[in-house]
């Protein structure tokens, strides 16, 4: 053999191992792909039905970093919802299965997809919780009061519901002739297990474990921190709306079904006795509490807390600059529970931190 035909060799079986290589790299590929996207859809063994509970079973199960799309329900019923308007074919069917064969309900009433098992999450960590982006899934919201409820139980002894068209292209709700509501879509309950002692916990009041927070605020693009109370955290998510006022005084806002990407980090470096959020522009601090004024105490402690552990302000400065710069909002008035958030802007840090040294609330 010569040498010419050594060389042609040599390029052939280079060629082919060139492209194995590049066949073993697309394989690669698409499996770091299939495993990265990960999707939950409500079903009568993917949701918890008016509960939190750190003995629950997870239907899902990831690893800190992970991305997962969540398709949550609205909180109604497939009967109520047509008698108040919606076409039938608009009714979800996987909210007539869920209604249909999920017997094991309560104390609460929101349908809630979940829980999801964060490996790695134990007791005293954190769970951050980023919402990278929030879609609507049906093209209606409704907004209701029921008798003796809500925050005027007395000045409105009957129930009624009114279905609300929602238009997605121009982001606006059609709330009646001549108004339209900007569309800011926020799931109300993002929560996970409370502590084991609580047993099956009410998914109705926020309280340690966040829950129905009703906080208008978490949109795309916040990050919520959540205390970590039970193994693998349990995260749960539901009550989708599409807009609601501070306060939420009627007990709806505008309920629709939502379709959500969250990432989920395990945070083995902080130490959180309350939930906290942060949006683009805003550090978030709560109170959740049966009595509004404990409430705003809790959030002004929180944001002094804050202040002090992560930005090294003294106490009393810290006390000052809550009462000249941030505000204090009712979050939600009628979940038993009551919720304040005060909300301090980040523009007002001038010196920007290293990366090293960035703060979280």
């Not at 394989?27 to 008016?50: C, D, H, I, M, Y």
């Not at 039970?230 to 989708?240: W, Y």
């Not at 919720?339 to 040294?357: E, N, Q, Y």
């Amino acid at each position: 053999m010569n040498a010419i035909s050594r060389i042609h060799i040599i390029l052939r079986s280079s060629s082919r191992a060139i492209a194995i290589l590049g066949l073993l790299s697309v394989f690669s590929n698409n499996r770091a792909t299939a495993q990265e996207k990960v999707t939950l859809k409500p079903t009568p063994k993917t949701v918890a039905w008016g509960y939190y509970d750190a003995k629950a079973a997870p239907v899902l199960r990831i690893k800190s970093g992970d991305t997962v799309e969540i398709r949550t329900l609205i909180t109604n019923s497939p009967k109520r919802l047509e008698d108040a308007g919606v076409p039938p074919e608009q009714v979800e069917q996987s909210l007539r299965d869920i209604t249909e064969q999920v017997k094991d309900k309560g104390p609460g009433g929101h349908i809630l997809t979940g829980p999801i098992f964060i490996e790695g999450a134990e007791p005293g960590d954190v769970l951050e919780v980023r919402v990278l982006a929030i879609k609507l899934a049906i093209p209606y919201a409704y907004n209701g009061f029921g008798a003796g409820r809500g925050f005027l139980p007395d000045d409105y002894p009957y129930s009624k519901i009114k279905i609300i068209p929602l238009d997605e292209k121009r982001m606006v709700a059609k709330f009646a002739p001549g108004i339209e509501i900007p569309l800011h879509p926020f799931f109300g309950s993002m929560g996970d297990a409370p502590p084991e002692s609580a047993g099956r916990f009410n998914s109705a009041p926020p309280w340690i474990m966040a829950g129905n927070l009703d906080n208008k605020d978490l949109v795309a693009g916040s990050t919520l921190y959540i205390p970590v109370h039970a193994p693998g955290a349990l995260f749960e998510v539901g009550d989708g709306h599409a807009g609601q006022g501070d306060g939420e005084v009627d007990i709806t806002a505008l309920e629709t079904s939502l379709i959500g990407t969250f990432q989920f980090i395990v945070r083995k470096d902080m130490h959180l006795k309350w939930p906290r959020a942060e949006t683009p522009t805003h550090y978030i601090t709560m109170g959740l509490n049966d009595d509004l004024n404990a409430c705003a105490t809790l959030a002004v402690r929180e944001m002094i807390d804050f202040l002090t552990t992560e930005k090294h302000l003294s106490r009393d400065d810290a006390y000052m600059l809550s009462s000249v710069a941030a505000d204090l909002h009712i979050t939600e008035l009628v979940d038993g529970n009551k919720g304040v958030h005060m909300m301090l802007p980040k523009f007002i840090f001038i010196s920007a931190p290293s990366t090293a040294d960035k703060t979280h609330p």
